[in-house]
């Protein structure tokens, strides 16, 4: 998928339209951004409780797809009101913000991506311009001394040494100057319920109380590190211009480095590129993030279907080769915790990481990138080159293997990351073959080989 094309919810990515921002700090810090390879993506909301679509299935024009589960009733009004009031049963009693961000340390992840308000407009956090939140008397989690859920997460991961990505969706369907009656009585799409153009009173009170709020996220509930906005729709190409430009200034005046990830809208404002539940055949040349769910949605599911230790580390591989930065989404439950085999499997990818992490953070592409069963990144500095051997299923180690480096004879060593012990090799077609020892006990995901390397001439 490429452009602004949303498909199922699914949105595309833009590096063709990449801008380069203008502001030196934001520059350096997208370098460091570049570095961190793992970001824990969380989406919690009221919707977590019935274990369905994300926002989504409030939209008519979405109900093809994102209604699959709401198999209670088929009157759409019913369901939507009953959507509206999910609010009054939001309850997370059990959330466990420390917990969550100690986790995320241990398990390799650098930095967090979470919802502080989905489409629907709810809030997670004590917004000043919505009633619509989480601290509002009416929600049940409002007189719990965590109910300002957004802080308390955010203060808990920086305490364990992890960035903070902010995501926030720039339309909102329960704001009236977006969607009149909050979509109730008339058929709802993506879009306002109304001409943008002749009504321009009423869009400017949305793009002032959009940008009350971003700016409210940064100065209120700082550092943060990266604007994730979500809802591509919302974009000048569409005919729906928020003044993105004026708000993220607004907004660097109380972090200058902010990163800010305007999606799928190009332009200056789209520091990241953000392919969405893919990844993209060959590397970019521009930052960017794959957000990626660990199971079947980005909300939380009951039943739901994990992916494998071995396809999260192959996963991250591949999109680190490619230069990315993987997001991996995981949602809690309704109660607050987070699933049992989704815990299991992010200490999984952590210790992984624990052996092998030197060829993964702090990289970049180096060709040959992917090929076959390898992948392969290198050292900024340009003197070394990691090979990591992907091993399927059962698969084990052979005493020859043959990393298909492109310059074999620009190596002067290779070790495996895993022992540090040195590793034969010599040059052979298609690249360099090394000699596994006996006694080597292969990872049962990925193994990973530093090749230090002469300066190329």
Known sequence: MTKDMIINGTHGYTPEDYVQPPEPEVRERLEWFKDQKLALMMHFGIYSQLGIFESWPLSDADASWSRAQIDWTDDAE????????????????RIEPDKWAALARDSGFRYLVFTTKHHDGFCLYDSKHSDFKVTNPECPFSGDPRADIVRNVFDAFRAEGLAIAAYFSKPDWHCEDFWEGHGLDRTVSRMPTYDVAANPGKWARFREFTKNQIVELVRDYGPVDIIWLDGGQVQRRAGLDIGIEEIIAEARKYKPDLISADRTAGGPCENVITPEQTVPPNPLAVPWESCITMGTGFSYRYDDEYKSPRELVHLLLDIVAKGGNLALNVAPQPDGRLPYPAIRRMEALGAWLKIFGKGVYATRPAAPFAKDSWRFTGAKDGGTLYAFRLWAENESASREETIPVE?????????????????????ANGGLSIRIPEQFQANAFADGFALSLHASA
């Open 407 to 427: 310059h074999p004879e620009r190596v002067q060593c290779v070790v495996s990351l895993a022992t540090g012990a040195e590793i034969p090799f010599h040059a």
């Open 78 to 93: 019913t369901f939507k009101r009953q959507y509206w009031n999910l609010w009054k049963s939001f309850n997370p009693v």
